[in-house]
């Protein structure tokens, strides 16, 4: 964990809400925001959807690859895409820019948020029809192990989860 620097990556599933918080905890931290998603789209020109339809799961999952280690920042609030622990090189760069916070959420609360997964540019690696239930089961270990710090936010309003994880990255 790397407070240094200053900065804080969230990871968590699609819909627990990185994007929305992360702007919200920016603001309440006075740090810059970063939404990886925005970077790769803007790299390539092209939504989330569309390069994981062009390039499927593993190619998606290579571009990102690139973008998240390309990233380097200071004082920053860093969203990632749920997918971004698919990538342990990723990771470990993004581990050596700041503290990884999981924003820990619910199944159930997940099947409240989500709208259609197909328009959401979610990654599926390997079966394609694992559902949102697969999907969290997988991920789940993985956003466990990567995190310095897991925050449950389920329940919360974006801005009171923003404000228990700026309480809990004080803390830590």
């Known amino acids: 964990m790397s407070q240094s620097s200053g900065n804080i ?16 905890l920016a603001k309440i931290l006075n740090k810059q925001f970063l939404d990886a998603d925005l970077v790769i789209q ?7 959807q569309t ?22 920042a200071h004082n920053t609030v860093v969203a ?11 990771m470990v760069h993004l581990a050596k820019m700041g503290t990884v916070v999981y924003l820990e959420i619910s199944y ?9 997964l197909d328009e959401r540019g979610v990654v599926f690696r390997g079966d394609a029809g694992m559902g949102l239930r697969g999907l ?11 995190a310095d ?11 009171a989860a923003a404000r228990k994880v700026a309480a809990a990255y004080k803390e830590s």
């Open 51 to 72: 390069l994981i339809d062009e390039r499927g799961a593993e190619g998606f999952i290579a571009l990102e690859n690139e973008a998240l280690c390309g990233i380097e």
């Open 42 to 48: 803007n790299l390539h020109g092209k939504t989330l």
């Open 136 to 146: 969290y089961d997988e991920r789940r270990p993985l956003y466990e192990g990567y």
């Open 108 to 116: 159930e609360s997940l099947v409240e948020r989500l709208g259609d």
């Open 9 to 24: 990556v969230l990871i968590g599933m699609p819909g627990a809400g990185k994007s929305t918080l992360g702007v919200v």
């Open 80 to 90: 990632t895409g749920g997918s971004a622990v698919y990538s342990d090189e990723a």
């Open 149 to 159: 710090l897991t925050v449950d936010v389920d329940g919360l309003t974006i801005t």
